[in-house]
């Protein structure tokens, strides 16, 4: 079956330390994956998508997602973890089947980046 | 300012009584959607709208109802609300299919349906 995943429902890091969110997919044809982030009290926001070409994706606010075909995975990745970064944040890949696509969430990763 | 507005944010109501849930994007996208948002569930999608008067249903359409009149607005329609209905709502805007294109999310409509 399709689906996307998101292993860790929560993720600690202490501000400054690199951070990682993972994601990982099953899908037919090609992926085409996005992050999104969820801020309190806030809709959810766009942070970058995977359709081809580099596998390193460039998004907002400095994070960055390495798309590893081999590994099924999408992982979601900063390099130095900021206080701001604490939020909520969402996988989401394109399913495709005969006659129709749509787009599924993963259930989220919370993270907390401490002081 | 780009922006997808819900009205109203919050609303506590009972069972059986009508509610409609607005949304307005100001970007001229042709697809809306909308979603709830329920812990451990993700966001499910619940109906979405191609373009005026074109509608179809999400993953958990039952119980809901929508209209695309107009480009700019999509709102959700609870004809008799249920408490498994409780929930957060968020309406997206996108300039082509939101498998594709990147989405504007609202801020949300917290229901609690008593």
């Known amino acids: 079956a399709q689906s996307v995943a998101q292993p860790e429902d929560q993720v600690n890091v202490a501000e400054g330390n690199p951070l990682t969110v993972k994601c990982t997919y099953s899908?037919?044809?090609?992926?085409?994956l996005f992050w999104y982030v969820q801020y309190p009290n806030r809709g959810l926001q766009f942070l970058l998508k995977?359709?081809?070409?580099?596998?390193l994706v460039k998004g907002s606010y400095g994070f960055e997602a390495e798309f590893n075909k081999s590994q099924t995975s999408f992982h979601l990745k900063k390099p130095s973890a900021l206080v701001s970064d604490s939020a909520l944040y969402f996988c989401?890949?394109?399913?495709?089947?005969?006659?129709?696509?749509?787009?599924?969430f993963g259930t989220g990763t919370r993270l907390l980046v401490s002081p | 300012e780009a922006q997808v507005t819900q009205n109203p944010r919050y609303l506590i109501t009972v069972t059986g009584k009508k509610l409609t849930v607005t949304c307005s994007q100001n970007?001229?996208?042709?697809?809306m959607s909308w979603y709830r948002q329920d812990p451990g569930l993700g966001l499910r999608q619940i109906y979405y709208?191609?373009?005026?008067?074109?509608?179809d249903k999400g993953d958990v359409p039952e119980g809901y109802k929508v209209s695309r009149k107009e480009k700019r607005n999509f709102p959700l329609i609870l004809e008799s609300p249920s408490p498994n209905q409780t929930s957060l709502y968020f309406c997206?805007?996108?300039?082509?299919?939101?498998?594709?294109?990147?989405?504007?999310f609202g801020d949300g409509t917290r229901l609690s349906i008593l």
């Open positions: 997206a805007s996108s300039l082509g299919d939101p498998a594709f294109q990147p989405q504007h």
């Open positions: 899908v037919s044809g090609n992926p085409y």
């Open positions: 995977y359709i081809t070409g580099d596998n």
């Open positions: 989401a890949v394109r399913i495709r089947n005969t006659g129709f696509q749509k787009l599924v």
């Open positions: 970007m001229n996208h042709e697809y």
């Open positions: 709208s191609m373009n005026v008067e074109v509608t």
